[in-house]
Each structure stands twice: as structure tokens, then as C-alpha cells.
């Protein structure tokens, strides 16, 4: 898969059922689901420790809602970020929302996710 050739339409249809998949699952503290679509290199620095003091210490990180908005695509060397003005349901005001995708075994696999 040509994951840099596609558009940011085609980039959105493949990212948007992944970072709701981060949302759902960062909120209810699911380390099995949010990181199944990880790549080995992000599964290696994302351990369950790790990602359960994340949860607990940053309120924002269990409170995201469903609710965002796509904001478009930047492609550089073998990945794609795709940013989301994303919100939650407890804090107020808008964060940004930064995942990056490319190519693994043939599958798109996520290489990095953020929110500031």
C-alpha cells in the first residue's frame, strides 16, 4: 500500500475508525485495545505500566469525546500525520490531536498519537 500516494480523504477513511478505536479505548483504560493497531516500535515504548500512569495522571487522556474534527494530513519521509481538533467531555477548551501513520508488514500501523 501506497499509504503517502493517497489522498487526505482516502488517509481519513483509514484513520478516523484507529483514532476513534484510541479514543473509546483510552477512556475506559483498555491497554489491549488501544494498542492493537501499534507498531512493534510504538508497542515496545507503550508498556501497560507506562500507559497506566499516563491514565492516571492526565485527566484528559480518560475524558475524550467522541466527538472531533479532522483537520487534514501532513506527509513526511515514510509516514502520514493526520491531525483532529479534538475535545473532552470533562475539560474545557480544544486540544490537538496528532496521529501518525505508515506502513508495517503491509499494514498501516500506528508509529505515533498524541494530544496536546
Not at 483514532?19 to 494498542?35: A, C, E, M, P, R
Amino acid at each position: 500500500m501506497k499509504l503517502l500516494e493517497k489522498s487526505d480523504k482516502e488517509i481519513k477513511e483509514i484513520a478516523q475508525p484507529i483514532w476513534d478505536n484510541l479514543v473509546k479505548t483510552s477512556n475506559i483504560k483498555d491497554y489491549g485495545g488501544f494498542t492493537k493497531d501499534f507498531s512493534s516500535q510504538m508497542l515496545y515504548g507503550a508498556n501497560e505500566v507506562e500507559l497506566g500512569k499516563q491514565w492516571a495522571n492526565n485527566k484528559l487522556l480518560t475524558s475524550l469525546s467522541e466527538k472531533q474534527e479532522f483537520l487534514g494530513c501532513i506527509r513526511r519521509a515514510q509516514f502520514v500525520t493526520v491531525l483532529y481538533k479534538q475535545t473532552s467531555n470533562t475539560m474545557p477548551g480544544e486540544f490537538l490531536g496528532r496521529l501518525v501513520l505508515g506502513i508495517e508488514d503491509e499494514s498501516v500501523k500506528v508509529f505515533g498519537a498524541t494530544i496536546y
